[in-house]
């Protein structure tokens, strides 16, 4: 890093700080800080345990963000928490790897609102010592995704009976996780190409679960995954196995959105009066 570099990176934080304690962390236009534009979406900053995450929101074009001063009425909206793949970051779904729009156009088309969180290092979990899958969530994983679905219903018109959560390989280990230890939280989940422990099935059994893997996926084998989803219905959740042919990381297609929004419309979860 060269010393403007660096000069450049300490103005970026101070400024960033100062948003922060003054309450604004959105913005709808690319800024400085923000590097990677996605088209259509909002960058945000979420500030979690002292640590800043960024994260980006898609909002459909039926969304208004103040409707009470166009003399409307308030119209809430389902949302789609997002949790990316590792190596990713909070643009994964919205525009990587030549796949740029694919979750914005089936949002668009259902009107959901879709939030995407950078994970801590760009990773959601940790390797593990042990067979296959040898894989464990990051401990704070669940945390940052609760305090983000709180900032975002603190902010935005969420119906809170349609909240749901998904993610890929990485962001699907965090997505178990979090809906084990968040039980009452989602009207369902999604989990692709990812993997759950045993130990998880009592809590999770709670939240209706969608569990995507591939036949030749080396890193998350299909017969532990399917011996899983097993278990887990055995233990009486709601529970859909999907096999899809391919390995590792077929995930980023339109085909799988669509199955993913499928499921997540089929559910609806009774509001707390008050979310903790």
Known sequence: MTNN???????WAVCLGILVLA???CTGQDTAWDTKPASGTTFCMLEHEGRLYPYRI???SSYRHAPEQEGGDIKR?????????????????FQW?????????????RAFIVACPAGPDRAWHVRTQGTAPAVAPKPEAPAIVKALLQEVVKQRHIDTTRIYLMGASSGAIATYATAAAYP???AAIAGVCGAFSEETIDTLKQTPTLIFNARKDKSIPLKLMRERAQALERAGGTVKFVETPGGHGGYRNLETYTLLFDWFEKHRRKAPEQEK
């Open 58 to 60: 898609f909002f459909p």
């Open 77 to 93: 909206f389902p949302l789609v928490i997002a949790c990316h793949p590792a190596g990713g970051d909070e643009i994964a779904y």
């Open 97 to 109: 790897k030549g796949n740029a729009d694919r979750i914005q156009t089936i949002a668009e088309k």
């Open 5 to 11: 570099d660096h000069s450049l990176f300490l103005n």
């Open 23 to 25: 309450g604004c962390v």
């Open 184 to 186: 009452d939280r989602f």
